[in-house]
């Protein structure tokens, strides 16, 4: 069987990601990657300490065309015309992003249309203004080229990237045994999310104020860590510890639901730097005891409550993804809790390649999806910054 040739465009935070993958089969399916390309600008937010959404739009407009022209290249899908077809539309739907409809005029239409089957892009939830620039990117594209487009939900994503196993020509997509649940930490969700069935979600638990990342990058700042502040914790966790802190509060560890909160934590994390700098403490001997009470505190409520969910629900299988899912010490530990209290039900941890935002996942999401591409949708697919599983 011929592969579907995926492109995927994920533009719903700081990383301008554009993906080209060759799947096979529907449910388990093989991906072979053609282009996977990651161009973060956490560099360029670090400055002001975290994310700015019309930086980040205005970053992904200027990236976009050279993304796409290189991932072509790579995928050997690239054929220059001799001339141009005008596209009275394209200045429709790139109104508002003169930037890119430049780029889009002089170096995308030009081209022979490249043997693609299928955009998927994803349209929320993220940073509307963010969102903006993929979706039209998208839009424009599937016009121009007559492509079925697809909007694709960033944290079926997430779910996705956990199940993405490497094998000799790319990758495949694990199968899960249902009920299963997916714990989504990132730098904008927290979330605890139930699948009765294939693509059948129920956010069963969720952050009531801050996102765990959100947390890390907070907790980070007050520590002078720089941007992105979870990386930067667990590294400094893991030095010597040096004397130790206090211990800080588990928020919510023991509510009968399955929310989260963070946003004390971070509070009581200011409290106890203030504290000890009035005591004439050394704050940066200081800062990798309170980085790993911080991430402990953080994993402790993570891992109970997902175990806790897990057992509830009976489930087969848990998922990890998000961001977050790159943190080691929580990894190993949701691992040792699963393995010591279910030890039938299977744990999918995402490779940590893929843990951070790219456009692999919203391909992978694309081929295990039950919704299929339209040749119409670019005149109706619209970013939705808050959309949620299962609505
Ligand atoms: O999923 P993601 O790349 O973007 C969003 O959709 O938000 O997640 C980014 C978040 C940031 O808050 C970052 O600090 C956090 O993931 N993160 C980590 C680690 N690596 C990234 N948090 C804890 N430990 C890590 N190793
Ligand atoms: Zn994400």
């Known amino acids: 069987m011929k592969p579907r040739t995926i492109l995927a465009i994920e533009t719903s935070c700081d990383e301008t990601a554009l993906a080209i993958a060759g799947i096979t089969g529907r449910i388990r399916p093989r991906i072979r990657v053609l282009a996977n390309i990651v161009s973060s600008q956490a560099a360029l937010h670090a400055i002001w300490g975290g994310v700015v959404p019309n930086l980040a739009k205005r970053e992904h407009q200027k990236n976009l065309v050279p993304i796409l022209l290189q991932a072509l290249q790579q995928a050997k899908l690239i054929t220059q015309n001799s001339s141009s077809a005008l596209h009275p539309t394209l200045k429709a739907i790139l109104g508002r992003e003169p930037e890119l409809l430049t780029q889009f005029q002089e170096r995308i239409t030009p081209l022979v249309k490249p043997d693609i089957d299928c955009i998927a892009v994803t349209q929320g939830p993220g940073l509307e203004p963010a969102l903006w ?11 121009v080229w007559g492509v079925p487009l697809i909007g694709i939900n960033h944290m079926e994503g997430h779910i996705a990237s956990a199940l993405l196993k490497k094998t000799a020509a790319g990758y495949t997509c694990e199968p899960v045994r249902y009920p299963a649940l997916a714990l989504l930490v ?12 294939p693509l ?28 992105p502040g979870g990386p930067a914790i667990s590294i400094e966790a893991a030095h010597p510890l040096g004397r130790p802190v206090s211990k800080l509060p588990r928020p919510m560890l023991n509510s009968k639901d399955f929310d989260f909160s963070f946003s004390g934590l971070k509070t009581a994390v200011l409290y106890l730097v203030r504290d000890l700098e009035k005591q004439g403490m050394n ?33 087969k299988t848990v998922l990890l993804g998000g961001g977050v899912a790159a943190n080691t010490e929580l990894r190993t530990r949701l691992s040792q809790e699963i393995k010591t209290h279910l030890p039938r039900t299977s744990l999918h941890l995402p490779l940590t390649t893929v843990t951070g935002d790219n456009a692999l996942m919203i391909a992978a999401a694309a081929a295990l999806g039950s919704t299929r591409a339209s040749k119409t949708a670019w005149k109706t697919v619209r970013p939705d910054a808050n959309m949620r599983l299962g609505e």
């Not at 620039?133 to 016009?143: C, D, I, M």
């Not at 990132?186 to 069935?197: A, W």
């Open 133 to 143: 620039v993929g979706v039209n990117f998208a839009r424009a594209l599937s016009y």
């Open 186 to 197: 990132s730098g904008g969700h927290t979330e605890l999310v139930l699948m009765k069935k």
């Open 200 to 227: 059948l979600y129920t956010i069963i638990g969720e952050t009531r104020d801050d996102a765990a990342g959100e947390a890390f990058d907070k907790v980070a700042r007050i520590l002078n860590l720089g941007y």
């Open 283 to 315: 704050i940066k001997k200081m800062r990798p005891a309170i980085a790993k009470e911080f991430q402990d505190a953080v994993v402790d409520v993570l891992v109970a409550k997902t175990v806790r969910a897990a057992k509830q629900y009976k489930v």
